[in-house]
T-cell receptor, first 117, second 113 residues
Framework: DAGVTQSPTHLIKTRGQQVTLRCSPK?????VSWYQQALGQGPQFIFQ???????QRGNFPDRFSGHQFPNYSSELNVNALLLGDSALYLC????????????????FGPGTRLTVL | AQSVTQLGSHVSVSEGALVLLRCNYS??????LFWYVQYPNQGLQLLLK??????LVKGINGFEAEFKKSETSFHLTKPSAHMSDAAEYFC???????????FGKGNQVVVIP
């Protein structure tokens, strides 16, 4: 079992550019959540995808968008990059299953380190 | 909205001494509580979780935490620190059923030989 994988590992962009980060969930998982971890801070919830739809969203602007594919993998897109978007972006997967309720442990990937210059 | 507070960003502990990391939560509904560990250049690994069963929770690597509703706390302890415990530790809370985690700012643990 490969666990949660993310690509790329590192990325350098300039202000105003757009970026796409990718996540493959743990085998058997159907839900993907994205978190932003700025340097020296705890992760902050961006959004969660289940059944190819955004299910929950944190306090992030519309520049942050996502997608979930039929194979449950997910992308995080950030438009019009700002210096403040520099952070470690973490993907977490879990199994919610039918009914969509209840706690299910989230497994985190190693993250993508984004640097905006 | 739920939140957690972790005081003291850096914690130094001698090898073999007690590790104590404090976490206080704020939640309008019965919470689920978690401790995660993050090693350099890695993602988060779950240490232990409280999901409304036993209030004393045992996790991996000898860590445990006790849920105290009256004190709104979920402090993490380990009786004897090991060099391999040097890492960053995050407390997190979620509402039952929404799988959305709110993290504290973390504690960077340094183990002194």
């Amino acid at each position: 079992d490969a666990g949660v994988t993310q690509s790329p590992t590192h990325l350098i962009k300039t202000r105003g550019q757009q970026v796409t980060l990718r996540c493959s969930p743990k085998s058997g998982h159907d839900t993907v959540s994205w978190y932003q971890q700025a340097l020296g801070q705890g992760p902050q919830f961006i959004f969660q995808y289940y059944e190819e739809e955004e299910r929950q969203r944190g306090n992030f602007p519309d520049r942050f968008s996502g997608h979930q594919f039929p194979n449950y993998s997910s992308e995080l897109n950030v438009n019009a990059l700002l210096l403040g978007d520099s952070a470690l972006y973490l993907c977490a997967s879990s199994l919610i299953g039918i009914g969509g309720q209840g706690y299910n442990e989230q497994f985190f990937g190693p993250g993508t380190r984004l640097t905006v210059l | 909205a739920q939140s957690v507070t972790q005081l003291g960003s850096h914690v130094s502990v001698s090898e073999g001494a007690l590790v104590l990391l404090r976490c206080n939560y704020s939640s309008s509904v019965p919470p689920y509580l978690f401790w995660y560990v993050q090693y350099p250049n890695q993602g988060l690994q779950l240490l232990l979780k409280y999901t409304s069963a036993a209030t004393l929770v045992k996790g991996i690597n000898g860590f445990e935490a006790e849920f105290k509703k009256s004190e709104t706390s979920f402090h993490l302890t380990k009786p004897s620190a090991h060099m391999s415990d040097a890492a960053e530790y995050f407390c997190a809370v979620s509402d039952q059923g929404n799988n959305r985690l709110a993290f504290g700012k973390g504690n960077q643990v340094v183990v002194i030989p």
